[in-house]
T-cell receptor, first 114, second 113 residues
Framework: AQSVTQPDIHITVSEGASLELRCNYS??????LFWYVQSPGQGLQLLLKYFSGDTLVQGIKGFEAEFKRSQSSFNLRKPSVHWSDAAEYFC????????????FGKGTKLSVKP | DVKVTQSSRYLVKRTGEKVFLECVQD?????MFWYRQDPGLGLRLIYFSYDVKMKEKGDIPEGYSVSREKKERFSLILESASTNQTSMYLC????????????FGPGTRLTVT
C-alpha cells in the first residue's frame, strides 16, 4: 500500500534562510509526486509535481523539489524563505490506475521568524 | 484555470440537522473528491466519484453520503450532523489521466453545535 511520511510536524526558519521540507513515500513503482501549500483557512494550492523525466522539478514561488528513487524521497527546498511562505505544506503520492486518488502526508507547518 | 467552488466558506449547524455541502467545478473533470481535514490528521478521504452517478467510499465514509447527478457537481451530505463532524471540508477534482493533479476548492469550515 502507498504511504507518505512527512517527519517534521512543525519547522521554524528565519526569513532569508534556506528551507528543506522532507517527504518520504512508500510505493512499489515510480509514483507521481506532488507538493501542495495551504495558507490558513484556504484550500490547497499545487506548488509542483513530478511524474517523469528530470528528477529536479521547479515550481511556483521559487520552490523546487528533487525526486530520489534510491531514498524514496521527494524533498521540497527553497533557497531563501520569505515571511509569506508561512503556511502548511503537504506532500502527496499518486499512482497509475488509481482514478486520481492521492495519498497525502499529514503536513508540515512552516513558521517564519522575522 | 480550473475553478472549484464550494457553496459556503463557513457553516454552523445544530446536532441532528441534515447538512449539504456542494462542490462545483468548471473544467469538465471526471473525478471529484471530498476530504475532511483536522489538525494533526492531515487530509482524510471521505468519498470520491469518477463519473456521474458513480461513487466510491474513501477511508472515513461513516456518517456521510454523496450525490453526483451532474458531472460538474458533487455534493456531500451529513444525514444527521454530530459534533464530531466539526471540521474543514475540502473538495477536489482531477482529470482521469496521469499525473492526476488535484485541484482544490477553498474549503468549508463546518461547526456542529
Amino acid at each position: 500500500a502507498q504511504s507518505v511520511t512527512q517527519p517534521d510536524i512543525h519547522i521554524t526558519v528565519s526569513e532569508g534562510a534556506s528551507l528543506e521540507l522532507r517527504c518520504n513515500y512508500s510505493y512499489g513503482a515510480t509514483p507521481y509526486l506532488f507538493w501542495y501549500v495551504q495558507s490558513p483557512g484556504q484550500g490547497l494550492q499545487l506548488l509542483l509535481k513530478y511524474f517523469s523525466g528530470d528528477t529536479l522539478v521547479q515550481g511556483i514561488k521559487g520552490f523546487e523539489a528533487e525526486f530520489k528513487r534510491s531514498q524514496s524521497s521527494f524533498n521540497l527546498r527553497k533557497p531563501s524563505v520569505h515571511w509569506s511562505d508561512a503556511a502548511e505544506y503537504f506532500c502527496a503520492v499518486g499512482a497509475r490506475g488509481s482514478q486520481g486518488n492521492l495519498i497525502f502526508g499529514k503536513g508540515t507547518k512552516l513558521s517564519v521568524k522575522p | 484555470d480550473v475553478k472549484v467552488t464550494q457553496s459556503s466558506r463557513y457553516l454552523v449547524k445544530r446536532t441532528g440537522e441534515k447538512v449539504f455541502l456542494e462542490c462545483v467545478q468548471d473544467m469538465d473533470h471526471e473525478n471529484m473528491f471530498w476530504y475532511r481535514q483536522d489538525p494533526g490528521l492531515g487530509l482524510r478521504l471521505i468519498y470520491f466519484s469518477y463519473d456521474v452517478k458513480m461513487k466510491e467510499k474513501g477511508d472515513i465514509p461513516e456518517g456521510y453520503s454523496v450525490s453526483r447527478e451532474k458531472k460538474e457537481r458533487f455534493s456531500l451530505i451529513l444525514e444527521s450532523a454530530s459534533t464530531n463532524q466539526t471540521s474543514m471540508y475540502l473538495c477536489a477534482t482531477t482529470e482521469s489521466k496521469v499525473p492526476y493533479e488535484q485541484y482544490f476548492g477553498p474549503g468549508t469550515r463546518l461547526t456542529v453545535t
